[in-house]
């Protein structure tokens, strides 16, 4: 079974508009982190929003949230107010095992990635 | 800026030969992460080092190689290339491992 589930291939919305990406996950570790990415046409990848599973409070970082429903294995992310340079790739990424800090494993298990336009 | 620098941008080579990507980590990150994003196979984690030693393998073929020197910076080696390598290589590091990764531009590898 897959990991990270990103269902939209592909989305548009209008400028200043708000749009939701929606990401599901699987694990059965109690300690892990929901993290999104954008990549843009340049190709590098920026780092997002981060949601750890014990979190309390939904993730917020500026224009973008993470909507984290942890019974429903799901950390979408809202992206308000879109702008067209928010146009891009965007990946879910889980990393599983954060119950300790330090030297441990951590590496990301991505999803497929939804290509986000944004028309003026 | 990501603060991870990753060369050279981009490589052209020939099937057969070998290649050395190069990462040098944010400064005071002790975690480098290697991943391989090609169009067949999305994103996929291929090794990690922590203050010079392997920490985690992924789907790392037998053909690849990494290492990470005291100075922190690692290098990826690919050998006997073959067209199926062509992808982008990215290099992520962390300070520690509950921390978010950050990622350099990306090493784009195109086998001819």
């Known amino acids: 079974a897959q990991k990270i589930t990103q269902t939209q291939p592909g989305m548009f919305v209008q400028e200043k508009e708000a749009v939701t990406l929606d990401c599901t996950y699987d694990?059965?570790?109690?300690?892990?982190?929901l993290f999104w990415y954008k990549q843009p046409s340049s190709g590098e990848m920026i780092f997002l929003i981060y949601?750890?599973?014990?979190?309390?409070q939904n993730a917020t970082e500026g224009r973008y949230s993470l909507n984290f429903q942890k019974a429903r294995k799901s950390a979408n992310l809202v992206i308000s107010a879109s702008q067209l340079g928010d146009s891009a790739m965007y990946f879910c990424a889980m990393r599983e095992g954060l119950r300790y800090s330090g030297a441990g494993s951590y590496q990301l298990t991505f999803g497929k990635g939804t290509k986000l336009s944004v028309i003026p | 800026d990501s603060g991870v620098t990753q060369t050279p941008k981009h490589l052209i080579t020939a099937t057969g030969q070998r290649v050395t990507l190069r990462c040098s980590p944010r400064?005071?990150?002790?975690?480098v992460y290697w991943y391989q994003q090609s169009l067949d196979q999305g994103l996929q984690f291929l090794i990690q080092y922590y203050n010079g030693e392997e920490r985690a393998k992924g789907n790392i073929l037998e053909r690849f190689s990494a290492q990470q020197f005291p100075d922190l910076h690692s290098e990826l080696n690919l050998s006997s290339l073959e067209l199926g390598d062509s992808a982008l290589y990215f290099c992520?590091?962390?300070?520690?491992?509950?921390?978010?990764?950050?990622f350099g531009d990306g090493t784009r590898l195109s086998i001819l």
């Open positions: 400064s005071g990150d002790l975690s």
């Open positions: 694990t059965s570790d109690p300690s892990y982190g």
């Open positions: 992520a590091s962390s300070r520690q491992g509950n921390q978010p990764q950050h």
């Open positions: 949601q750890g599973s014990y979190d309390q």
